[in-house]
């Protein structure tokens, strides 16, 4: 398989998210550290400006999102492409929460999954400049390089041919970020938030494309099929209703599908 194309960026649907929701009000909460970022939606958006919106949009209690360790890096690569995604997006999730230790441990697991991966040397020092700052509260620097290094992450992966890993990092971080955001809207369930639960429309469309990238012997795997299975599952639950307001239902069992897809990529597969 030839390398894959740079992705676009989810500027055009965080735009539409910001237009869907711009009259509601933010609500105070557990905000992260500050970083001079605007409400209005610019730019290229990343993983941590996702989170920006959510946190400007509702109230978030960051800390409470946080789980345990994932287990010990197992020796199946997809799975362990799709954990490390999810520890990625555990990394932004944390860093809103301004958690310096939690997110040095993170880090730690970060680089254990990296070295399953055969990048961990070459993401190390990076990974050890993120720790100092998150140490010395360089919040700022810190949010530019955890989104430069998931980029050069994937751009690693891409240069030696790991196309489906590069895919699988990526599903894994999108799909944990929905969860952390499914998770907030059901704690603050109103009309308003609930379009939050997917983020947008073409966030979960992308997130199909990004499943329907990887090789065709890997969605013959049974934990990929179980995934794809419950992404499709997600998509046709908010078809069902456009073009209606989401209802409270349909966000309580987007975040159990979303949390199934969580415990799939933990438990061992036979």
């Not at 509260?137 to 890993?165: A, F, G, N, P, Y």
């Not at 012997?217 to 179980?226: D, N, Q, R, T």
């Amino acid at each position: 398989m030839s390398a894959l194309p740079s992705r676009p960026s989810r500027t055009i649907c965080l735009v539409a998210l910001g237009l869907c929701l711009g009259g509601v009000t933010v609500a105070a909460g557990d905000q992260g550290p500050d970083d001079g970022v605007s409400t209005a939606v610019q730019g290229d958006q990343t993983p941590a400006d996702f989170l920006d919106q959510i946190g400007q949009r509702t109230k978030a209690r960051w800390r409470l999102l946080f789980r345990p360790p994932p287990p010990t890096p197992p020796t199946d690569r997809g799975r362990a492409a799709l954990l490390l995604g999810g520890l990625m997006a555990d990394s932004f999730l944390i860093w809103q929460a301004g958690d310096a230790q939690q997110f040095r441990n993170n880090n730690q697991e970060v680089l254990s999954y990296c070295r399953m991966l055969g990048l961990g040397e070459k993401l190390l020092p990076r990974l050890m400049a993120q720790g100092k700052m998150a140490e010395s509260s360089e919040w700022k620097e810190l949010r530019s390089e955890i989104v430069d290094s998931h980029q050069v992450l994937i751009r690693m992966l891409r240069e030696q041919k790991d196309d489906d890993l590069a895919v699988l990092i990526d599903l894994g971080l999108w799909l944990r970020l929905l969860e952390i955001v499914s998770s907030v809207v059901v704690e603050n369930d109103t009309v308003e938030v609930r379009p939050l639960c997917i983020g947008s429309p073409v966030i979960l469309q992308e997130i199909r494309d990004d499943f329907n990238r990887l090789g065709l012997p890997k969605h013959e795997e049974s934990m990929i099929k179980h995934i794809g299975a419950a992404i499709e599952e997600i998509s046709a639950l908010w078809r069902t209703t456009i073009p209606g307001p989401p209802t409270a239902e349909q966000v309580t069992k987007t975040h159990e599908k979303l949390k199934e897809i969580m415990q799939v990529m933990v438990e061992k597969q036979p």
